[in-house]
């Protein structure tokens, strides 16, 4: 397990920050690095604190988190340019466990919840994320974007009326008027700036220019609108060490475990889709391992110092590259401006309007949307486009990890119903008298029963051969199919030869005894392999 660990960090060195090479030296792609980690730090602000409403936690136990995670994963993650934090995704499970045990037992969950993930991590379980299909990450995002343009609605409500659950922002009386009509004109201005400054010049990160100018319309002319402080006080000291206050035992364990094993999954799941998505951006893959284990360190270091625990933000990931972020700089610089901002910035910060930071999300809306999937949806097969739609509805009204497991679940019933159809055999009755089936299509547990569909040993010839030569023997279901074909040909007197299986299919097969496998010529393929199984026939 150490061996595990030193090896996903061994490679953490000045390169990986991005600034150990000449061209990433050089002044301007350091400035554009800060530039990028402030827009990403003042969007990081109104989430974290909602995030922990959100959860039934104090404003500064997600604002921590945001700072903690963020910087360990930035430095000790598998993609620079991701940005992690407090996420809703998380807070949504968080919110009955600290209503009924308090938010002692959130601190340690969130320690077992890191734990978990570091294991998983070590396990190399994060490679399993290629398992995920292409329509389902198109769902990701578009679940993604609509519940952060959902999120955002919340900030056209009255300031105070607004009650937090389990499920949300709820309730509320909306702006209506000229309140209203400002909030509109303040959020169009922020978006017409993102849209427009990057045709102009690009040394500036349009969201941290939007942000500047609408914050400076809104202070300059005294507008009474919605601003960062009249969410909650974001003002605090730094992190201090803190053992969670709860009871070593048993009963503690039992409590907290269900909600770390859920945390966990959810973090990872959302952290590695990210991971994916930023990569593909960014033309950069691997490091779901490395982005486990960081994610799990930061989580655990987190829980330690009083935060809520957190994992990647596709949102401020999305800020983050739209920027100009590509290396560690950016997130780490993130993670400090938001200290910063913590300790000594937070009157400043308190006055910026939120309908700037709503602007940038809503372009962020607009990046992250899949647009081009609506322009497919006729033209893939349909059981893609019922799982794109499937994923982006379930992650809306669900959550991310649903939604994620519902279609990836969906996919494969689907890919597996249809190479069940694929199954069929070509014929042909030769010159001595044997009959010969030429499979074609894969063997598995779906195509099992097909498979034994396509003979009849009542009105086959004495001799039958089998030939895979164009199959491929997937597992136990497909080798007990073979084995039940050969008990019908036996029990009426006649046998069957198998030609182009793998070794291993052999050595199974044989043991029974009556089966003529093969030839000697057969080439070894290696797809089958011993899968332990024991039945009335087939032993092993």
């Not at 604002?63 to 930035?74: H, M, N, R, W």
């Not at 990210?274 to 284990?293: D, F, P, Y």
């Not at 008298?433 to 097909?450: D, V, W």
Request: some cysteine; proline content about 4%.
């Amino acid at each position: 397990m150490k061996r595990a660990i030193f090896g996903s960090f061994a490679n953490l060195t000045m390169l990986d920050l991005g600034l150990s090479n000449e061209k990433n030296l050089n002044a301007g792609r350091i400035g554009t690095e800060l530039l990028a980690g402030l827009t990403v730090a003042l969007a990081l602000v109104p989430e974290a604190v909602a995030f922990a409403f959100v959860a039934g936690v104090h404003p500064l136990v997600g604002l921590y988190a945001a700072f903690l995670v963020g910087l360990i994963t930035a430095v000790f993650g598998g993609r620079p340019g991701m940005i992690s934090g407090a996420t809703g995704a998380l807070a949504v499970v968080m919110v009955a466990l600290v209503a009924e045990h308090g938010v002692e037992y959130l601190f340690a969950t969130v320690v077992l919840m890191g734990m978990l993930q570091i294991f998983a991590g070590v396990m190399q379980w994060g490679k399993f994320i290629r398992l995920v299909p292409h329509p389902v990450m198109l769902g990701f995002v578009n679940g993604l974007a609509i519940v952060i343009f959902l999120a955002q609605m919340t900030q056209f409500k009255e300031p105070g009326s607004v009650t937090v659950g389990a499920h949300g922002a709820t309730g509320g009386a909306w702006l209506s008027g000229g309140p209203l009509l400002t909030m509109l004109g303040l959020v169009a201005l922020t978006m017409a700036i993102i849209y427009l400054l990057p045709r102009v010049t690009k040394a500036i990160p349009a969201p941290l220019a939007g942000i500047a100018v609408v914050a400076a319309v809104v202070i300059g002319f005294g507008l009474d609108v919605p601003r960062v402080g009249d969410m909650a006080s974001i003002s605090g000291g730094l992190p201090a060490f803190h053992i969670p206050m709860v009871p070593l035992n048993l009963e503690t364990l039992e409590i907290i475990l269900p909600y770390a094993v859920i945390l966990a999954a959810i973090g990872l799941i959302e952290s590695l889709l990210t991971l994916n998505l930023v990569g593909e951006m960014l033309g950069k893959r691997g490091g779901a391992s490395q982005e486990c284990i960081a994610q799990g360190v930061a989580n655990t270091v987190t829980g330690f110092f009083g935060g809520m625990g957190g994992c990647a933000m596709i949102g401020q990931s999305m800020i983050n590259v739209k920027s100009g972020g590509r290396t560690r700089l950016a997130g780490i610089a993130a993670a400090l401006f938001l200290l910063i901002f913590i300790v000594l910035g937070s009157p400043i910060i308190e006055l910026i309007p939120l309908a700037a930071l709503v602007g940038v999300m809503f372009m962020v809306v607009i990046g992250t949307f899949a647009w081009n999937s609506l322009r497919i949806l006729r033209r893939v097969p349909l059981p893609d486009a019922f799982v794109t739609i499937l994923v982006t509805v379930v992650t809306v009204i669900s959550d991310l990890a649903v939604a994620v497991v519902v279609g990836v679940i969906v996919s494969a019933l689907a890919y597996a119903w249809n190479n069940a159809r694929r199954i069929s055999a070509n014929t042909a009755i030769h010159d001595d008298g044997h009959k010969s089936y030429l499979i074609q299509g894969p063997l598995f547990f779906g195509s099992s029963e097909g498979f034994a569909e396509l003979f009849s040993p009542e009105k086959d010839p004495q001799t039958v051969i089998i030939d895979f030569a164009e199959s491929r023997v997937v597992d136990q279901s497909a080798l007990q199919a073979i084995e039940a074909l050969a008990t019908k040909y036996e029990a009426v007197g006649k046998k069957i030869q198998l030609r182009h299986l793998s070794r291993d299919c052999h050595k199974l097969l044989t043991r029974a005894g009556h089966l003529v496998v093969g030839s000697e010529d057969d080439p070894d393929y290696g797809v089958a392999v011993n899968y332990g199984v024991r039945t009335g026939i087939l032993e092993s």
